[in-house]
């Protein structure tokens, strides 16, 4: 059950011609440790295009929180930072406690755009690391975080 579900995940991730990138890590033991911040490297070939960059994370119902308080830092092809910034994700909703995203069982995936219309000025590989701001070393029932790279909707 489990290999097919995996299965689907994969084929439909494969199907999405607007995605320039995307990665998940996971965390040991589902715990996301303060000093275990993944890094992410992704390259940019179309400087005249605009992105959207959103955080995929996976947590279990066990969750202490209805939030995650995450920083990403990105950098550019030449090193310099080019942003830095906070950001709160909802798992779930502060007043019913339901749980967003995507799942069954007690494992949900939730994908939010953290950074959009974004125009990368440089083609080259950019560097986004993300850091867990909760104040708990460790910060458990994370069980997966990443980032995902794709070509802005047109509006």
Same mark, same amino acid.
């Given at each position: 059950?489990?290999?097919?579900?995996?299965?689907?995940?994969?084929?439909?991730? $494969?199907?999405? *011609?607007?995605?320039?990138?995307?990665?998940?890590?996971?965390?040991?033991d589902g715990n996301w440790q #303060?000093?275990?911040? *993944? /890094?992410?490297?992704?390259? #940019?070939?179309?400087?005249?295009?605009?992105?959207?960059?959103?955080?995929?994370?996976?947590?279990?119902?066990?969750?202490?929180?209805?939030?995650?308080?995450?920083?990403?830092?990105?950098?550019? *092809?030449?090193?310099?930072?080019?942003?830095?910034?906070? &950001?709160?994700?909802?798992?779930?909703?502060?007043?019913? $406690?339901?749980?967003? $995203?995507?799942?069954?069982?007690?494992?949900?995936?939730?994908? /939010?755009?953290?950074?959009?219309?974004?125009?990368?000025?440089?083609? $080259?590989?950019?560097? #986004?690391?993300?850091?867990?701001?909760?104040?708990?070393?460790?910060? *458990? &029932? /994370?069980?997966?975080?990443?980032?995902?790279?794709?070509?802005?909707?047109?509006?």
């Amino acid at each position: 059950m489990i290999m097919c579900v995996a299965a689907l995940l994969l084929l439909l991730i $494969g199907c999405d *011609p607007a995605r320039v990138y995307e990665q998940n890590v996971d965390l040991p033991d589902g715990n996301w440790q #303060i000093d275990n911040a *993944p /890094v992410f490297d992704f390259e #940019i070939k179309d400087t005249t295009q605009r992105y959207d960059v959103s955080f995929n994370v996976r947590y279990n119902l066990q969750y202490d929180y209805y939030n995650l308080y995450l920083r990403h830092q990105l950098v550019g *092809p030449d090193s310099t930072q080019l942003s830095a910034s906070l &950001h709160e994700v909802l798992l779930m909703d502060s007043k019913t $406690g339901k749980p967003l $995203g995507d799942g069954s069982s007690d494992i949900y995936d939730l994908q /939010v755009v953290a950074l959009d219309d974004v125009k990368f000025e440089k083609a $080259g590989t950019y560097r #986004i690391k993300l850091t867990q701001y909760m104040r708990r070393d460790p910060l *458990p &029932h /994370v069980l997966s975080v990443g980032v995902r790279v794709a070509e802005a909707q047109q509006q």
